[in-house]
């Protein structure tokens, strides 16, 4: 009788190396695609916390200040105004060719004026309802300052408005003969932040508001212009007007000229206060175009997995099918 022994199963014991290499670039293909796509989204979430983060502090602000004593505040807010009487007309310069003297006396002097809270080196806090944008105030035009937020621009008015308190029926003080002026200055285009990215979408007649030492005041957009870096006679007072001067780079990302709003104070309604309970964070366009990009190449990668998985399936079902039937047999 001749001995019959079953021919090992060549196909069982050393499953095909193509599969495995297959196996093996399908995974690192996946891993590529997924280090792409960290790549990718890294603008989108890194702007949109730093977004968060900013926003956060204009708020904490306004609850940190709710909890200075009210004597603190209006000695603060008196003499914010009596360093405006003693500022005289003059020309501040370019927020960003002109550079201050951050060690002389005055500058640290300066440093002083609205400096109520402890737990944050703001001096106020800025809200443009029209463009969601809630920002903190912080003294001087640093590039350190404007990383974070809004700089005043040293040698304007402190953004308390005019001197005198709102009448009975909420009408605001007269401008004093040679008028205020505080200018305030945000990036455009900075990495990894909003900021004033959206200011160039202001209109005629949008409101802006300014919370400092326990006030609030409303402004309205009366004039928008581009000018030269040297043209800085817009960042003057005009007499008898209250005025407040945004100020930041256009166009976005060359960055050769300045879009300077300015808007005069008006009469603010009570309950316009509810625009400092905060604005949320604003999406570019931009940013939906990159999540768009981001969730196409989520689908195509399922889809191309699950064809593979198929394929994957399709291969093994015969085998171990012809595996079973070797061994009834």
């Known amino acids: 009788m001749t001995d019959k022994s079953p021919t090992p199963n060549t196909t069982d014991a050393n499953p095909p190396r193509k599969d495995k290499k297959l196996n093996s670039n399908a995974i690192i293909a996946v891993v590529l695609i997924l280090a792409g796509l960290g790549v990718l989204l890294y603008p ?5 916390w730093n977004n968060y983060q900013q926003s956060r502090a204009a708020e904490a602000y306004s609850q940190l200040e709710k909890g200075v004593p009210p004597e603190v505040l209006n000695k603060a807010w008196e003499e914010a105004q009596q360093y405006n009487a003693d500022l005289g007309d003059i020309d501040p310069g370019d927020a960003w060719t002109s550079a201050d003297d951050e060690s002389s006396p005055a500058y640290q002097r300066y440093l002083n004026y609205l400096s109520v809270l402890n737990e944050t080196e703001a001096m ?8 969601k944008s809630d920002l903190p105030i912080f003294h001087g035009t640093s590039d350190r300052v404007l990383a974070r937020g809004v700089g005043h621009l040293y040698g304007t008015d402190l953004p ?16 004093p003969p040679e008028g205020r002026l505080s200018a305030l200055s945000a990036h455009t285009g900075i990495q990894n932040a909003t900021l004033w990215d959206n200011l160039n979408q202001i209109k005629k007649g949008d409101p802006v508001y300014v919370a400092a030492a326990g006030e609030k005041l409303k402004y309205e957009v009366r004039d928008i212009e581009i000018v030269t870096p040297d ?3 817009l960042l003057r007072r005009t007499p008898n007007k209250d005025l407040v001067t945004l100020i930041t780079c256009t166009p976005y990302g060359i960055n050769t000229h300045r879009l300077i709003i300015t808007a005069e104070r008006v009469p603010m309604d009570p309950q316009e206060e509810s625009v ?38 399709d291969k093994e079902g015969p085998a171990t099918s012809g595996t079973g039937d070797t061994a009834e047999s």
Do not use: C, H, Y
């Not at 106020?124 to 463009?131: E, N």
């Not at 709102?166 to 003080?173: F, S």
């Not at 905060?278 to 064809?307: D, E, F, N």
């Open 44 to 48: 989108v979430l890194a702007t949109q």
């Open 124 to 131: 106020g806090r800025i809200v443009l309802p029209s463009i």
């Open 160 to 175: 308390v408005g005019a001197p005198g308190e709102l009448g009975e029926d909420g009408t605001i003080p007269p401008a």
């Open 231 to 233: 043209k800085t006679s």
């Open 276 to 313: 400092f309970v905060g604005q949320g964070t604003t999406w570019q366009w931009w940013m939906w175009a990159i999540l768009a990009a981001a969730a196409i190449i989520v689908l195509l990668l399922v889809r191309w997995w699950r064809k593979n998985f198929r394929k994957q399936e």
